[in-house]
T-cell receptor
Framework: QKEVEQNSGPLSVPEGAIASLNCTYS??????FFWYRQYSGKSPELIMSIYSNGDKEDGRFTAQLNKASQYVSLLIRDSQPSDSATYLCAVMKGNAGNMLTFGGGTRLMVKP | SQTIHQWPATLVQPVGSPLSLECTVE??????LYWYRQAAGRGLQLLFY??????ISSEVPQNLSASRPQDRQFILSSKKLLLSDSGFYLC????????????FGSGTQLSVL
């Protein structure tokens, strides 16, 4: 079992729809969770962080965390073609210092 | 504000040649520094991390090495590149104070031919 798992996609949604990206993790002691956006050929860019159960909203983005189910998700409302990218889920394990473990990423395609 | 610089942006090297990639961070002191590699269409693989000058931890044994000669400088090296060393190399930093947000440099696309 991979430590952080994501569906590789591609996830295709029409412009204006809600894109839902999911991530599961194996270490119950994980403390911090992050979503990064990576455009092709570019470096990852941090877009959301979440540390406690529930929802966290920032503009069109909502991160959701459920530690009991070891599940974290990212919702993108009113999806735009410019949101087309690979979204990486990253998890800091409880005993890993300050190091993050990344999932393989989900490729999102928003079609006009 | 803090910035991270990484160079070169692209590099084409023959098999067996040496490698040196450099990364510097500005606007902070004593950062944690990291080297990641991303193969085409794959996730990020942590190669090395450093919590201070001269302190290097390796996550994946291979023909690469890292050094931290100064507080905000991190260097990735190889004496002889392999075809399998091709990939997108990313330097990253965080402050290591309990807030683990990781910030990446612009990356180096390395092609070994």
């Amino acid at each position: 079992q991979k430590e952080v798992e994501q569906n590789s996609g591609p996830l295709s949604v029409p412009e204006g729809a809600i894109a839902s990206l999911n991530c599961t993790y194996s270490d119950r002691g994980s403390q911090s969770f992050f979503w990064y956006r990576q455009y092709s050929g570019k470096s990852p860019e941090l877009i959301m962080s979440i540390y406690s159960n529930g929802d966290k909203e920032d503009g069109r983005f909502t991160a959701q965390l459920n530690k009991a189910s070891q599940y974290v998700s990212l919702l993108i409302r009113d999806s735009q073609p410019s949101d087309s990218a690979t979204y990486l889920c990253a998890v800091m394990k409880g005993n890993a210092g300050n190091m993050l473990t990344f999932g393989g990423g989900t490729r999102l395609m928003v079609k006009p | 504000s803090q910035t991270i610089h990484q160079w070169p942006a692209t590099l084409v090297q023959p098999v067996g040649s040496p490698l040196s990639l450099e990364c510097t961070v500005e606007g902070t002191s004593n950062p944690n520094l990291y080297w990641y590699r991303q193969a085409a269409g794959r996730g990020l693989q942590l190669l090395f991390y450093s919590v201070g000058i001269g302190q290097i931890s390796s996550e994946v044994p291979q023909n690469l090495s890292a050094s931290r000669p100064q507080d905000r400088q991190f260097i990735l090296s190889s004496k002889k590149l392999l075809l399998s060393d091709s990939g997108f190399y990313l330097c990253a930093w965080n402050q290591g104070t309990g807030i683990e947000k990781l910030f990446f440099g612009s990356g180096t696309q390395l092609s070994v031919l």
